[in-house]
């Protein structure tokens, strides 16, 4: 209670604060000047107005009385004479002004300007229409803010002939200052966030330093404590501006990054955005990411919500997801890195630009090191961090062109992706610095992530064709390495005739009538909202029709093209423009030029590299341990050669100890930089463990096929010995005779991308084993067809794993559906014993027995278990995360931990089950909901449990009918929030941190 009056204290000075940051100079008042150029000045020379202050507007020379929208006469400006109504007035910083003034003209051109004397300072074009008269006047209006640098600034107003080739005519002119934008009430409920004085004042500081530099460049530096009132709860949350360009931080409307506290979500959301929902045109872009989640898309959770900082109603604002790992598992997907390109020297060039009007030519490109999200906690998690090193030389390979799209990428997701940024117009977020991949740590291959779809003045169409596939063979080098990484693509012919087979389902006419109707009804309640705020927005999907109509035509020809370009081979030569880099930058352009990795870490000694493409050369001053800067000194002095165009241009340097930071000097000035060492390798290009194990398993494989007839591989009947690992590529079925013995060997496993037929009888099962307990799994992956497994003894296996690349089951099917009927897995050494993730299954009078750690673990899947016995199983007997599954007839006789544990959402229906001997009985966590049945729990330490794990999920729910709990030693254990419902009685939880017994 404290803390709510603490806050609600601070509301009266930071509405100070709002109020000083925009009132300044009341030499322009608030009010309206206006002019029906019907009177002019002693002079004779100028028109004058009435309203707060006097203005005077220049043209009495070029009035005319032929056209006029009132009174008796008009200004005029033609070729000869190209302005008029030229006049100036003093302003403030962050002043918002409306200003309007009617137009005629015949062919629909002539503008007002309102500029800086400086225009590099400030600059804007009214020509938007937003009223029309009967006799051809049309009234141009727009509101605009003044730059939060200015002082006491100059603005001046004209209008101006703009290419047309006819006399435009002007009349009544308007310009009003007011308080500032005046937004609608809504009656949701708001998002309140409240900061105090000091935090405010930090958000204003780096708001006035973005202005300056022309753009925003965050730094970990930028974050301030706030607090968020929602749904009768108060959290905290750290926040900083975001957004790169300035319509982000106009006005009062300023976009923010939050992180709510370690504890809490909002949304189920840890990470996100708020910005205004026209940066990203509207309900357009939530319709989009409801499109590409429908499909299998990866994308960031998207709405809307109105938000008032401390206690000022800011309108409605759009929120979207961060990206973290909260984002894959949303989608039901395995937790793994998150990578994208670190754009920063890009917008330093895009700084100098908005400050010179011309662009600085550096190697911005190459300069774009490749980062994770969540960095800190991914250098703690080791598995992770193998993924990103994976993931990082995967990226490397796509953005050198070194391998094609099918060794890097989930080629399906990625043809879906770009159909899609065709027919939807989304190419905003193809752009190579706006797109965002996820490294899938199961199939060892990157997928992209659909965001930042559309810019506020929507669609982007920045190839110039309506089939970005459909590409012209240049030999002589006319494009830079950016455009030509997304361009190899399409040398891939698996992935081009992906995409074109996409392009044709997605432009189909019935396909988005059904997609437009599963979210048009929503996206128009969304408008709705918008509109009350910004009524030129207008939810419309015309437009999807109509670009699918002009691809359609296109389509047959676009198919001969590529049915040509596969039967001759052609692939594109994509030879790169090479930029002549300028040999003199602004120093600012060191801090994204010149970066460094640590290579190599010794127990005694680490070496780290620094690369420098910044035109001069450098001196290391210094090498910096940790946030309080401890220095530690090279052994000897080190200059960094000035770049001239060679990507080898780099240093490596011993030293004792793993540095943070390094310190370098521009000789021949006082100006030092502090920059940072990413605490892992540069990226090489080097294979990764997918691409050398498809090298290593030339098909068939001599030592484990018998032949393949058609699209059926034969597997070897009787005894066979494999001691390597074996790969099969997709479009076959692979069919394992009875009494087949498989002895995996020497770490050996094989990686099906094709259903297996295992037909095994009770008399002569099949039989996978590793007599010397090495054998690297057995799994099926992306199989596109049901796999049945009959009669299977899988015994003795351990997980795949290949240099960084592990999956967790001995037996493991993802997006492969299966029946896996009287199968035994037993003595398993590994994570899961059988691992099923993305799949539909059945698993049917079955045996798991003596696992090391998990029996039966799936994700993100449906099915059924019946008449399965688990036991002296090390861990989870059954294991469901994300999933809907029905168990019955099953019984588990000894379990680590947990005999059923439901998670992460999942809804489990359990029927005539026997628990025994296990830690945890019954388990439901995170907004899973757990229905039992005729169950005896039994002789466990914890007959029931319930509890929140995860915070963006939230309290469990357990149905409990004719359910014996006997010989337990605590019979409930139920969070705070959760709830056992048992014979029509509701037990709510009452205990607090029940996760923290337990993880």
């Known amino acids: 209670m404290r803390k709510l009056f603490y806050i609600a204290g601070l509301l009266t000075l930071i509405t100070g604060l709002f ?117 051809g006047w049309e009234k141009l209006e727009s509101t605009f803010w003044t730059s939060a640098l200015f002082t006491r600034e100059k603005i001046k107003f004209y209008v101006w002939k703009s290419g047309s080739s006819d006399t435009v005519f002007f009349d009544d002119v308007t310009i009003e200052r007011l308080k500032g934008e005046q937004f609608p009430v809504y009656n949701e409920e708001y ?105 299998g898309i990866l994308t960031t959770r998207y709405g809307f919500v109105p938000l008032s ?74 598995g992770l961090y193998r993924s990103f090193i994976i993931g990082q030389n995967l990226l490397y390979q796509y953005k050198y062109r070194l391998k094609t799209a099918s060794d890097i990428f989930n080629i399906d997701a990625m043809a879906k992706f770009y159909a899609l940024s065709d027919v939807l117009m989304t190419r905003h977020g193809t752009i190579w610095h706006n797109i965002r991949y996820y490294y899938n740590p199961i199939l060892c291959k990157l997928e992209p992530i659909a965001y930042d779809c559309y810019t506020e003045t929507g669609f982007l169409d920045w ?50 009538k059904e997609i437009s109707s599963k979210y048009s009804d929503q996206a128009e309640q969304y408008d709705s909202l918008i509109r009350m705020e910004y009524p030129e927005m207008k939810f419309d ?39 002549d880099f300028d040999t003199t930058l602004e120093p600012y352009f060191i801090n994204h030029l010149t970066y460094a990795y640590v290579m190599e870490q010794n127990p005694d000694s680490v070496l780290v590299r620094i690369v420098n493409l910044y035109p001069n050369k450098l001196s290391l001053r210094a090498f910096l341990v940790g946030e309080k800067r401890y220095v530690l000194m090279p052994p000897e002095p080190v200059t960094l050669p000035a770049f001239r165009n060679d990507r080898n241009n780099w240093v490596d340097v011993w030293i004792t100890e793993k540095p943070d930071y390094f310190a370098v000097m521009l000789p021949g000035t006082s100006q030092s930089f502090e920059l940072p060492v990413y605490p892992w390798p540069q990226p090489d290009g080097k ?70 037929y295992m037909h095994g009888t009770k008399a002569s099962p099949v039989t996978v084993l590793s007599s010397d307990h090495s054998a690297n799994g057995f799994a099926v992956l992306q199989a596109g067809a049901r796999s049945r497994l009959e009669y299977v003894n899988f015994d003795g296996l351990n997980t795949f794993s290949l240099k960084g690349w592990n999956l967790s089951g001995a037996v493991t099917f993802y997006e492969s559906d299966v029946d896996v009927l009287n199968c035994s897995f037993v003595n398993n050494s590994c994570e899961d014993a059988l691992n099923i993730v993305r799949s539909d299954f059945l698993v049917k009078n079955s045996l798991f027995d003596h696992t090391y750690s998990d029996a039966f673990d799936s994700d993100f ?107 337990n030693q605590t019979k409930f254990l139920i969070e705070k929030g959760s709830k056992v419902i048992t014979n029509g009685r509701v037990i709510m939880g009452d205990r607090k941190k029940v996760a923290k017994m337990f993880y």
């Open 19 to 135: 109020s000083c940051m925009h009132n300044g100079s009341n030499d322009f008042a608030i009010g309206e000047v206006t002019s029906n150029l019907e009177h002019v000045d002693s002079s004779g020379r100028y028109f004058t107005s009435k309203g707060s202050i006097t203005l005077l507007f220049n043209g009495v020379d070029q009035s005319s009385n032929v056209e006029h929208h009132s009174g008796s006469r008009s200004v005029y400006v033609s070729k000869k004479h190209p302005y008029a109504l030229n006049t100036t007035f003093e302003v403030g910083p962050d002043w918002y002004f409306r200003v309007s003034v009617w137009r005629k003209s015949s062919d629909g051109k002539g503008v007002a300007v309102v500029a800086s004397l400086n225009p590099k300072q400030f600059y804007k074009t009214i020509s938007k229409v937003v009223e029309r008269d009967d006799s």
């Open 191 to 295: 998002f309140k966030l409240m900061v105090d004085s000091s935090a405010f004042q930090k958000l204003y500081k780096n708001r006035r330093k973005a202005f300056a530099n022309g753009v925003l460049q965050s730094t970990g530096d930028d974050w301030v404590k706030g607090m968020v009132f929602w749904n009768k709860d108060v959290t905290k949350v750290k926040l900083r501006l975001k957004g790169d360009w300035l319509d982000h931080l106009e006005g009062f409307k300023w976009s923010y990054r939050v992180k709510v506290k370690k504890n809490k979500a909002w949304h189920r959301l840890r990470t996100f955005s708020v910005q205004s929902p026209i940066s990203r045109f509207g309900a357009s872009e939530w319709f989009v990411h409801r499109i590409y989640d429908s499909l």
């Open 309 to 382: 900082l401390n206690g000022k109603n800011l309108g409605l604002y759009a929120w979207e997801e961060h990206f973290e790992k909260q984002l894959v598992e949303f989608h039901r997907y395995r937790e793994g890195p998150i990578l994208r390109f670190y754009e920063d020297a890009n917008w330093d060039a895009n700084r100098y630009l908005a400050h010179h009007k011309e662009p600085a030519n550096s190697d911005f490109f190459d300069a774009a090191v490749i980062k994770p999200f969540g960095e800190s906690k991914l250098m703690e998690n080791p």
């Open 463 to 512: 190839v110039g064709r309506p089939i970005y596939g459909w590409i012209k063979d240049e030999k002589d080098g006319s494009h830079e390495d950016q455009y030509l990484m997304s361009r190899a693509l399409f040398n891939d012919f698996d992935f081009l005739k992906l995409y074109t087979g996409y392009l044709e389902r997605f432009s189909n006419p019935s396909f988005l």
């Open 541 to 579: 999907t015309t437009f999807l029709f109509s670009n699918a109509r002009n691809i359609r035509k296109l389509l047959p020809a676009f198919k001969k093209y590529v049915a040509h370009r596969i039967k001759t081979s052609q692939e594109f030569e994509n030879k790169p423009w090479i930029p």
């Open 687 to 756: 294979d990764s463990p997918w691409q050398l194990l498809k090298k290593q398993s030339p098909f068939p494989d001599a030592d484990l096929v018998e032949r393949v007839s058609g699209d059926t591989v034969f597997i070897k009947e009787g005894k066979v010995t494999l001691d390597h690992k074996v790969m099969i590529p997709k479009g076959y079925r692979v069919v394992f005779s009875k009494g087949t013995t498989l002895d995996l060997t020497r770490s050996a496993a094989i990686l099906s991308y094709s259903p297996v």
């Open 861 to 967: 899947s449906s099915g059924l278990v019946d008449s399965v016995l688990f036991t002296h199983v090390g861990n989870d007997a059954i294991d469901f995360s994300g999933s809907t599954i029905t168990v019955r007839n099953s019984v588990v006789n000894g379990a680590g931990d947990k005999g059923v544990s439901a998670g992460e959402g999942s809804h489990l229906t359990v029927k005539n089950m026997q628990i025994e001997g296990a830690n945890i009985g019954l388990a439901s966590k995170d907004l899973s909901v757990l229905n039992v049945e005729a169950t005896v729990v039994s002789h466990c330490k914890y007959g029931v449990v319930l509890l929140q794990k995860k915070p963006e999920y939230g309290p469990a729910v357990m149905k409990l009918d004719k359910v014996k709990l006997t010989g």
